[in-house]
């Protein structure tokens, strides 16, 4: 009988240009199989190639969503040509036999104005609709209620705590909210986590 093989994540968030916090996740990254960026490689749309042109060492492969600071033609242009990267915005990639499904974005639309790159909850709520059952979703927003907490409010998404609780995905990795990094929490079996930019080591829950 074949053993299943445990899958390490390196899941990371919210780097904004910070070179330093790229060059750890690098250095950290033979511990895992694969690595999880959850989006804002940059601030207000600027500086994306600070980090992206760091993180291209890694040759393990990485899935990434946009944040909202940058949107994904952008975050796509900052990685061509890195054969081990993936980039998702409503769309699915399988590896090692593990749907991963990427949104980014902020979702709900954010306060910040014209250089946030942001959707509707009901853009977001169609883009969700491919989310594959049973596999890893990233989205840059967490889901509303759920390590999304600041200023008293919960400000994550409702349409990805609906996309979660249709799909029941092993995990969420999630960003956005600089005062929940590090955070997780669970919607029903699922695990939500808020990486942050210093970047977890988990293993894939079964």
């Known amino acids: 009988m074949l053993r299943c093989v445990t899958m390490k994540l390196l899941v990371f968030s919210d780097l904004h240009r ?4 790229a060059r750890s996740l690098v250095e950290r990254s033979a511990e895992a199989d694969i690595l999880i960026g959850a989006g804002d490689f940059a601030v207000m749309r600027h500086g994306i190639d600070d980090v992206i042109e760091i993180l291209r060492e890694l040759d393990k492969p990485t899935v990434l969503v946009p944040g909202n600071g940058e949107s994904d033609a952008e975050l796509r242009e900052a990685c061509a040509g890195w054969a081990s990267a993936h980039v998702l915005h409503g769309e699915v990639a399988t590896l090692e036999g593990v749907p991963f499904y990427g949104i980014g974005g902020g979702i709900p639309v954010t306060p910040f104005g014209e250089w946030s790159f942001d ?36 400000l994550g998404s409702y349409a990805v705590l ?9 995990l969420v990795v999630c960003g956005h909210i600089h005062g929940c990094w590090g955070k997780q929490s669970t919607v029903g079996r699922t695990l939500v986590l808020n990486a942050g930019p210093g970047g977890q080591l988990l293993e894939l829950p079964e």
């Open 18 to 21: 910070d070179q330093d916090a």
């Open 119 to 154: 959707l509707t909850e009901d853009e977001a709520d169609a883009m969700l609709a491919g989310c594959p059952e049973d596999g890893v979703l990233v989205s840059h927003s967490p889901p509303h209620g759920y390590v999304d907490e600041a200023g008293g409010s919960h």
């Open 162 to 170: 609906d996309a979660i609780e249709r799909a029941s995905p092993r």
